[in-house]
């Protein structure tokens, strides 16, 4: 087992890593800026070193200052979390190079699954389905126009290096091409440094269902039940439960089994999902992330597996021993990711201090976060608060269970989504399962000038 973990990462996730280190005997080293100096995970860590600036560039992005904390505190692993270097593979490689144990696969596999174009081209040749689209990176606009010729309209522009939505654009037409191939590459360019682009025939309806993978040095490779993460704003995801709702068995059995070929053919170690596109009965890959999810605590509620732990312990050489009942979903669970944004005022970010904080409790329900009341947000990293998981023995249990938690969660000082969420639970189409992505456009959440529809217990459920 290693012995003492770097974790290079802030918020929530930092937090879950300090914990599990701290349940497994393994001491922990927090990095954190000069804006997180009264952060949790700072001052729950065994030892912690600050490393720069506010500016992730010159902090949680800083791979020298990074390495040189673990070396000044002898660390002997390093955890990513998700986020900043997560699946940057030059950070992964230089971990290799001077005898740090990266917790993830190797900044081979990274790189490669990093690669859009190349992920597609990993998964076909595993068996995997992937949407009809171009055989690699597209050279210009001409070569859109030809594969819109070959498989049809509508296509979707992606970045090759990309995610979140960024240097992503729907074309319905021929004469949208030009403009949208332009845009989505000075994006890609503009949020990843590198433009490349290719392209997929766009289905839509969707829905976004994806599968957690867990693989070992000795050659096992295991597959967790789905998460279905459909609910989405701008390709952000915003909700996650486990099992997917009205999925065909047949198709639950075929993801399974397509993510576990793929972590497989790709000699995968770690923790990983593999991201699919559900439509009309069918799936098809989207990409791989190589690291661990931010909704990764629906897996664990509805399988009893520390995925964090099973992450060390693997990283450590040791051999994958979980029990069957860890692959066989127990009831429901359902994550909301609570944002610092204002769904009154479009979404607008917030920062500041946090004067009153009060998250639920009781039976089915976990709360990871970072706050306490008196915490000050800053404004430079992702908006992401807390995550609420609620679990019960069915999806309406675990619906129930969620709109008593949502209520009863406080924060004041800084707005926050707890509002949306509540929103989406009164919704009827949402309670009856299996939403495309395209849910919260259609049922016009979010109204004219940015202003939300909000709803409370007791509203009409429909929007």
Same mark, same amino acid.
């Given at each position: 087992?290693?012995?003492k973990?770097?974790v ?13 280190c ?13 804006a ?13 070193v ?18 040189s904390?673990?070396e000044l505190?002898?660390a ?23 005898g740090?144990?990266f917790?993830? @696969?190797s900044?081979?596999?990274?790189? #490669? ?5 190349a !992920? %597609?081209?990993? *998964?076909?040749?595993? =068996? ?6 171009s055989?690699g990176?597209?050279s210009?606009v ?27 654009r ?5 004469e ?7 845009d ?10 590198d433009?490349s682009l ?5 289905l ?11 693989a ?10 789905e ?5 989405q ?11 997917? @709702?009205g999925?065909?068995?047949?198709? #639950? ?5 397509? !993510? %576990?070929?793929? *972590?497989?053919?790709? =000699?995968?170690v770690?923790?990983g ?14 990409e ?13 509620t509805v ?10 312990k ?21 994550e909301?990711r609570?944002?610092a944004?204002?769904?009154r ?5 917030q ?18 976060s970072?706050?306490?009341?008196g915490y ?17 023995e ?5 619906i %129930?269970r ?11 000082g800084?707005?926050?989504?707890l ?6 639970l009164?919704?009827g189409?949402?309670r009856?399962g299996?939403v495309?992505?395209?849910?919260l456009?259609e ?9 939300l529809?909000?709803?409370r217990a ?6």
């Open positions: 087992m290693v012995g973990v770097l290079a990462n802030r918020g929530e996730i930092a937090l879950r890593v300090i914990r599990a701290r349940e497994l005997g393994i001491r922990s080293v927090a990095i954190y800026s000069t997180d100096r009264e952060s949790l995970h700072r001052m729950l860590a065994d030892e912690a600050c490393i720069g600036p506010p500016q992730a560039a010159g902090s949680y992005l800083n791979i020298p200052a990074i390495i904390a673990a505190t002898g002997d692993a390093v955890h990513p979390g998700y986020g900043f270097l997560a699946e940057n593979a030059r950070f992964a490689e230089i971990c290799e190079r001077v740090l144990t917790i993830g @696969p900044s081979g596999v990274i790189a #490669r699954m990093g690669d859009k174009a !992920a %597609r081209r990993a *998964a076909e040749e595993a =068996g995997v389905p992937i949407t009809p689209g055989d990176l597209c210009g001409e070569e859109v126009k030809r594969v819109g010729a070959e498989v049809g309209y509508p296509l979707v522009i992606k970045a090759s290096a990309g995610g979140g939505g960024k240097g992503m729907v074309v319905r037409s021929e949208e091409v030009e403009a949208a191939f332009a989505a590459g000075r994006e890609a360019g503009a949020s990843f440094g433009g290719y392209v997929e025939r766009y839509d309806p969707l829905r976004h269902v994806e599968v957690q993978v867990l070992d040095t000795h050659g096992n490779v295991v597959a967790f039940p998460r279905d993460c459909s609910v704003r701008r390709y952000q995801k915003l909700i996650e439960e486990s099992p997917a @709702p999925l065909p068995e047949r198709v #639950r059995d075929d993801l399974l089994s397509a !993510a %576990r070929d793929l *972590a497989a053919s790709l =000699g995968y770690g923790a999902t593999v991201e699919f596109i559900y439509s009309e009965g069918e799936f098809y890959f989207i791989m992330n190589t690291r661990l999810q931010v909704e990764h605590p629906v897996t664990e399988c009893g597996v520390d995925l964090v732990a099973e992450q060390i693997v990283a450590s050489g040791e051999e994958l021993e979980l029990p069957e009942s860890a692959f066989s979903p127990q009831g429901h669970a359902i909301f609570i944002n944004e204002d769904p005022r479009n979404f607008m970010p920062a500041g201090p946090v004067e009153f904080y009060n998250p639920p409790g009781g039976p089915g329900v976990r709360v990871d970072h706050l306490y009341a000050r947000v800053p404004p430079h990293y992702d908006s992401l608060l807390a995550k609420l998981i609620v679990h019960g069915s999806r309406e249990a675990a %129930r969620g709109v008593r938690a949502l209520d009863e969660f406080a924060v004041s800084i707005e926050t989504t509002p949306l969420h509540l929103a989406i009164e919704d189409e949402f009856r299996g495309p992505t395209r849910f456009e049922r016009r959440l979010a109204s004219e000038g940015g202003m529809r909000l709803l007791g509203a009409p459920s429909s929007l």
